[in-house]
């Protein structure tokens, strides 16, 4: 697709004297206001060079891009010189690339395969996986999804909370009171049980608390009987999550959680060694990071243990030396700003440049509506209760509203899920949230319900002109040689303004790791295409001027299929 910036920077280079091609096109602007046209330039910065008062060299200007035929009007005004964009010559140029891009459309090779790690979602095993874990899946998801699109090699890595002392507790309380029966059935709930019931009892008895820890040294060590009951735990609760996962569409290249670093980090603790990084504090081994204005962090404990940041540290260690990678992102909540802060400047530290290269992206909390989840009272949602709620109600609402559709089965799994994908995914990602139903399956506000169904809209306009994907091409023709003047009404120009900024807003999104930009832009374009199809009656009689109409319909309904993809959702093609 043109860049219609850059072309207006060479043709601004003949007139201009004294600034090159780059700095041309950063100064030019795009008036909120489309009436003061497409793109403005200002000519201020040029008075002194060119000896001449800023409004007489706008004039100038203007009179000189006026011959281009890319412009339909320039006029100065003032120091301003507004261009106004041939409509033709703009969707012409839009259409055909969304046409002839179709599925690859907003994507790029501006990533070169370079290599990006994403880590997310990292739920602790025998843990609840909960609404709280649904931020960093489906927001790491979409992440992910966005650098894949701009041609980074990417690697998802779910970097599962499977080890520490919290095991010893564990094994300690299923030899005591558990039953192998409970845990096929119920992994999570059943391990959560034992669990807390563990530390009930340990009130009493303390001599729990050493025989949890000597178990769990028995596990560090690899005895078997130890190590085979943490398998199955381990196992018993990734079937788990597996199922949450499949239900979102969603797979990683790596589940290499925090057990994979257990025999990596005495090369860690060697380098922190050597670099004389240490101090022992009563017996421990910690990290003064004053200097930094960060708290110290504990590396070792007193019986020789490691913790959490050590194996943070040990496995960015090792992503380095077997990915190589070019960016290492984590997305995992803002409560953990201090630890990725310590544990970076540790590496750093260390000797390695490529901390810089390590990312936290961080996300607020979501609470319920009434009041903030806590695990110890119970108050905890489950993300698989969650989905299944949110498919049930859609379900609902599709026999209520007599929705169109082929199978009510998938579209409410295809709707429902969707929603919370798109909900999870409508804010910037730092704000804390308010969790509820009525916002995320409604219809008609900003939703994904409603992105979906105006994808769902476009597909059945196309579907009655006979146009599939499958036979787009063949049926609309070379787009180059539509007749555009049927579609240079302002909704339909603004419409495809929007498709036209549709690649930009992709590599924005990436590159400040905010999804939301994406969904944002996708409700702006169903609400323009919305329009385009009230004012506009597209299945005319005039065969060419219903081409034009159906070539415009296709392109808005591919990008936002494209960018619903992207988000993680689905785009059914009746609703
Ligand atoms: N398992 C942790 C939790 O649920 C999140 C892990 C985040 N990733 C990391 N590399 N520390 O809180």
Redesign the pocket.
């Known amino acids: 697709m043109i860049n219609f910036k850059r072309k207006i920077a060479e043709c601004l280079a003949a007139s201009v004297e004294g600034l090159l091609l780059e700095e041309l096109e950063a100064m030019i602007e795009v008036p909120t206001d489309t009436k003061l046209g497409d793109y403005a330039f200002p000519c201020f910065r040029l008075a002194k060079a060119m000896r001449k008062a800023p409004a007489a060299i706008a004039k100038d200007i203007a009179e000189k891009l006026q011959e281009n035929e890319i412009f339909s009007k320039v006029e100065p005004v003032n120091a301003y010189v507004n261009m106004f964009l041939s409509r033709e010559a703009f969707l012409s140029e839009v259409v055909t690339a969304v046409l002839q891009e179709g599925s690859r459309f907003g994507g790029s090779d501006i990533g070169q395969n370079r290599k990006v790690i994403v880590?997310f979602s990292?739920?602790?095993i025998a843990k609840p996986f909960h609404i709280g874990?649904i931020r960093s899946t489906v927001i790491g998801n979409a992440i992910y999804k966005l650098y894949d699109f701009i041609g980074y090699d990417t690697v998802r890595i779910n970097?599962?909370?499977d080890y520490g002392t919290q095991f010893g507790k564990m094994i300690v309380a299923y030899r005591r009171w558990g039953n192998k029966e409970d845990v096929v059935n119920t992994p999570i709930k059943s391990l959560l049980a034992y669990y807390v019931k563990f530390h009930e009892e340990a009130e009493n008895d303390p001599s729990l608390e050493d025989e949890a820890r000597a178990t769990f040294t028995k596990l560090e060590k690899g005895e078997p009987e130890e190590t085979a009951l943490w398998q199955w735990f381990r196992e018993e609760s990734l079937k788990e999550f597996s199922r949450v996962y499949q239900m979102l569409g969603i797979e990683f290249d790596s589940y290499a959680g925090e057990s994979f670093y257990s025999d990596k980090m005495q090369h860690v603790i060697d380098i922190m060694n050597d670099k004389k990084l240490m101090v022992e504090s009563d017996g421990a081994q910690i990290v003064d990071l004053s200097e930094y204005n960060l708290s110290p962090a504990l590396i070792m404990k007193k019986d020789g243990s490691t913790l959490?940041i050590t194996r943070?540290i040990a496995?960015a260690v090792y992503r380095k030396d077997h990915y190589d990678f070019y960016r290492n992102i984590?997305v995992?909540?803002s409560q953990?700003n201090l630890?990725f802060q310590q544990w970076i400047k540790i590496v750093e530290l260390m000797g390695f440049p490529w901390a810089k290269d390590c990312i936290h992206v961080p996300f607020g909390l979501v609470s319920l509506e009434d009041g903030v989840m806590s695990t110890r009272e119970g108050r905890v949602v489950f993300l698989e209760d969650v989905l299944n709620k949110a498919v049930e109600q859609t379900r609902a609402i599709i026999m209520e509203k007599n929705v169109n559709t082929d199978n009510v089965d998938v579209t409410a799994k295809q709707v429902g899920i969707g929603a919370v994908i798109f909900n999870e995914l409508s804010n910037s990602k730092i704000k804390d949230y308010v969790f509820s139903w009525d916002k995320v399956l409604n219809f008609d506000g900003e939703t994904g319900p409603y992105v979906q169904y105006t994808h769902a809209r476009a597909a059945s306009v196309l579907r009655n002109a006979g146009i599939t994907e499958e036979n787009a091409e063949a049926s609309l023709g070379d787009p180059k040689k539509l007749a555009l003047e049927y579609i240079s009404s302002d909704s339909a120009y603004d419409l495809t303004r929007l498709l036209y900024a549709f690649p930009g807003i992709i590599i924005d999104a990436a590159e400040r790791y905010e999804p939301s930009i994406v969904t944002r832009h996708i409700v702006d374009i169903a609400q323009c295409f919305n329009r385009f199809y009230h004012n506009e009656h597209i299945l005319v009689e005039d065969e060419n001027e219903k081409k034009a109409k159906l070539a415009l319909t296709y392109a808005a309904k591919q990008t936002i299929k494209n960018g619903l993809l992207l988000l993680g959702m689905e785009a059914p093609e009746r609703m």
């Open positions: 880590e990292s739920p602790n874990h970097h599962l909370g959490y943070d496995a984590y995992v909540a953990q630890h």
